[in-house]
């Protein structure tokens, strides 16, 4: 797809996220900007604790945003907004949790927590609920007798379709997957990434995919911003960043990813980041596009430094 | 030869469960050298963490051990229970099958051998400080008290790479990360100066960049303190850096085992071709991610011919029929499928295989 066809349907800008109050208050996101386009998979990676989450549940409005704006197809999503765009927006933007043990609710049948998004709007009878769940498990490679039984009577990987129909039945256009394969087994792994790829051609959805893990990045996502303690200090094409990473902190994530390969195991060495690699004390670090679609954070130097590697 | 230090035979462990007897170890043999790291790798539920709960008496009280025996090559006899011990031409040897109490248990569990459990978050005590924990392990197996026992807790914590162990010692393990906390666990398991170190997926719950740092330091320690390795993992991507060899179980079952450039270059069973495939890794953007079909067979009834084969979409009619002997592919490498055997029809591994081979099979000068 060529850039000026590309159409934004989220537009993050300046976003922050603070939590706490006063003395104790702690900024997870210190203002992060980035657009996602219709149609793609943006990847958002990190190391616990950066922040990544935090943002996919800002977008959605579970956490409340303390600047910045987030504007979703033209309309501006956070802060104070009307009821009507609130249940637009619920929706529209529906997300799938990391952990399938957890994220499901014990007590409730399976009809139940698939459903559950339904019962807000008005006008959905019984049986047209019976019937959106009944397709909403097939779409997920489930059977829909198992729509009367418990979650605990599933398996990882298929509570993880539960997870997903749940988001699925609401027919949303941007789906936001917290880490939605970490917990599952490696061959289950595949399986839901293959199923997510799948929806994803069929319906057009636009994800924002988030992880601590850039193996799965680049077989999944399109684009992909790298974030580090509530900034972001990288973003690029899927493609361009694993074949250019800049940034010491993107090396040092990729440098981690354990290889199926022994002997290239063996030579490989493991780049550990260290913040204070960067003087930012007079020169302050600025968000740059260095070179289309790369966007890097740095100082004035740093990037004199980046354009080098980028030549060589 | 390099040296036995444990040796299952024939291993058999079911469980009872609501009336129903589970097979969940299927007749597994298995060799463990000293100074090796050996991994184990496998789907949930293929019985890999049940086989190592054998070693360190930790089986679920539902399961037990009808056949086969564990002989652990180090243990010294003890004189009151002369029948749990014997002797063959590798040495006396501790036989873990037949022991039942838990005092027996204690010989062995820690000094002999150690485990690091899977979740750093809920195998410490949140109630004592980081420094009693690890300085209990060393007073309980190294008999060494008080300031004694506290200098040697330091010198551990250095040696897991915990940054200011000295205000480190005092700290819970609330105040600790994820990593840090595994670093912990494994340092309470050095304290324990044990022979064999199982780990039962020690880094699943970590990030990627601290699950590399992680492997290194289980690898740099093994050096240190002489350690023969056991790691159990579901995932192969992990494994390259740190094995020595690696056996795949299924089912109950280790369906083959080899030296890690083996298994990785020249893989034999369909279900370790199977496992390396659907690695993210390897898979081509775009394109469907290789995923196995179906699910793991039920243990509950018996079965029959090759485990995998229901899964397998070129299982051939005896897979289905009668259990494949191990077929030695090289002294060190062993698979049981009828796909070695002389007459097979030729059955090509998949694409990302043969790359992977070919890739690193020149480079390995086969």
């Known amino acids: ?293 790369h966007f890097i954070l740095g100082n004035q130097k740093e990037l004199t430094e980046y354009r080098e590697k980028l030549k060589a | 030869m390099q040296e036995k230090i444990l040796s299952i035979e024939n291993l058999s462990v079911r469980f009872s469960l609501r009336g129903r007897i589970l097979h969940a170890i299927r007749q597994v043999s298995l060799d463990v050298y000293k100074g090796e790291t050996l991994v184990i790798v496998g789907e949930s539920g293929c019985g890999k963490s049940v086989l190592n709960k054998n070693l360190i008496g930790l089986l679920d009280s539902n399961g037990f051990i009808d056949n086969g025996s564990i002989k652990y090559y180090g243990a010294k006899p003890d004189a009151k229970n002369p029948d749990l011990y014997g002797e063959d031409e590798k040495g006396t040897y501790a036989d873990l099958a037949k022991f039942k109490k838990e005092k027996d248990w204690l010989k062995i569990r820690g000094q002999e051998i150690c485990m690091i459990l899977q979740d750093p978050m809920t195998s410490l005590n949140p109630l004592k400080t980081i420094g009693a924990q690890i300085a209990e392990a060393i007073s309980l197996h190294q008999g060494k008290k008080g300031k004694e026992a506290k200098e040697a807790a330091l010198q551990i914590m250095r040696d897991v790479r915990i940054d200011d162990p000295e205000r480190r010692y005092k700290q819970y393990p609330h105040e600790f990360s994820g990593g840090m906390r595994q670093r912990v666990v494994i340092a309470i398991a050095i304290a324990c100066n044990p022979k064999i170190l199982i780990c039962d997926e020690p880094t699943t719950a970590l990030d990627v960049t601290i699950q590399a740092q992680v492997l290194s330091l289980i690898r740099e320690l093994k050096e240190k303190y002489k350690l023969t390795v056991i790691f159990i993992t579901h995932d192969l991507g992990v494994v390259a850096n740190i094995a020595d060899r690696v056996a795949v179980m299924y089912a109950g079952d280790i369906i083959e085992i080899g030296m890690v450039e083996e298994i990785f270059y020249q893989p034999k069973h369909p279900y370790t071709w199977a496992l390396l495939s659907s690695l993210p890794q390897l898979g081509v953007k775009g394109e469907d991610l290789f995923s196995i079909k179906g699910t793991p067979p039920n243990l509950f009834a018996e079965v029959k011919g090759d485990a995998f084969a229901p899964r397998n979409p070129q299982a051939l009619k005896i897979d289905f029929e009668e259990l494949p002997p191990y077929f030695t592919v090289s002294p060190t490498h062993k698979a049981r499928t009828w796909l070695l055997d002389e007459r097979a029809p030729k059955v090509e591994p998949p694409e990302v295989i043969r790359s992977l081979n070919s890739e690193g099979g020149a480079a390995n000068g086969k």
């Open chain 1, 1 to 293: 797809m060529a850039s000026n066809e590309k159409q934004v349907l989220l537009h993050v800008e300046d976003l922050k996220v603070t939590f706490g109050k006063k003395k104790h208050e702690f900024t997870a996101v210190k203002g992060v900007s980035f657009d996602i386009y219709k149609g793609e998979t943006f990847g958002l990676v990190g190391e616990s604790g950066s922040g990544k989450t935090t943002i996919g549940r800002a977008i959605i409005r579970i956490h409340p945003t303390a600047g910045g704006k987030v504007i979703y197809d033209g309309k501006q999503i956070n802060g104070s907004i009307s009821k009507e765009l609130d249940k637009e927006v619920t929706r529209k933007l529906q997300m799938i949790f990391q952990d399938p043990m957890a994220s499901l609710n014990e007590r409730a049948k399976v009809d139940y927590i698939v459903s559950e998004g339904l019962y807000n709007i008005p006008g959905i009878t019984p049986q047209q609920r019976r019937e959106k769940v009944a397709k909403a498990l097939a779409d997920v490679g489930l059977l829909p007798e198992f729509a009367s039984r418990f979650p605990h009577e599933f398996s990882g990987g298929q509570r993880q379709r539960i997870g997903i129909a749940r988001a699925l039945i609401m027919e949303p256009e941007f789906i936001i997957a917290d880490e939605p394969i970490s917990a599952l087994d490696v061959s289950i792994r595949a399986q839901v990434l293959n199923l997510l790829a799948k929806l994803q051609k069929e319906r057009n959805l636009t994800y924002l995919f988030i992880s601590h893990d850039l193996s799965v990045m680049r077989f999944i996502c399109d684009r992909i911003a790298v974030i580090h303690k509530g900034l972001l200090v990288e973003m690029a094409d899927s493609e361009q960043l694993f074949a250019h990473p800049l940034h010491p902190y993107t090396r040092a994530l990729l440098s981690a990813i354990p290889q199926p390969d022994p002997l290239k195991e063996r030579k490989k060495v493991l780049e550990v980041y260290d913040p204070s690699c960067h003087d930012y004390s007079v020169d302050k670090p600025v968000w740059t596009e260095i070179e289309p679609g």
